[in-house]
């Protein structure tokens, strides 16, 4: 059974740092795309950053372009998402996500959509 837990979320004043992780077990780690999202209050989740895992593509939402980066832990299992520069509007719930890559993943990194293993969640709170 595929599971996803995702931790170090936190609340910080604006300008701060946050690393979250994510732990995955339950499964085969191979070639997976696995996703960082976030949904803030009365908006709709949106994704945030994902990883290629068969080669390290990497994309990002143009809205943490240059502050956030995610990276896969030294154990293969973990996922990291590195928050930097923290604004009020990163404010949110943030989720781990997995999928299986499609056949462009390696030229274009992981979509942010038709992820189907999601974690709980981990808050992230961000004042100004």
């Known amino acids: 059974q595929v599971q996803l837990a995702e931790s170090g979320g936190g609340s910080v004043q604006a300008g701060g740092s946050l690393r979250l992780s994510c732990t995955a077990s339950?499964?085969?780690?191979?070639?997976?795309?696995m996703g960082w999202f976030r949904q803030a209050p009365g908006k709709e989740r949106e994704g945030v950053a994902t990883i290629y895992i068969g080669g390290g593509r990497t994309t990002y939402a143009d809205s943490v372009k240059g502050r956030f980066t995610i990276s896969q832990g030294i154990a293969k299992n973990i996922v990291h998402l590195y928050m930097n520069s923290l604004k009020p509007e990163d404010t949110g719930m943030y989720y781990c996500?997995?999928?299986?890559?499609?056949?462009?993943?390696?030229?274009?990194?992981?979509?942010?959509?038709?992820?189907?293993?999601w974690g709980q969640g981990t808050q992230v709170t961000v004042s100004s």
């Open positions: 339950g499964y085969t780690y191979s070639n997976d795309c």
């Open positions: 996500a997995r999928r299986t890559p499609d056949i462009f993943a390696s030229r274009r990194g992981c979509p942010m959509y038709e992820y189907n293993y």
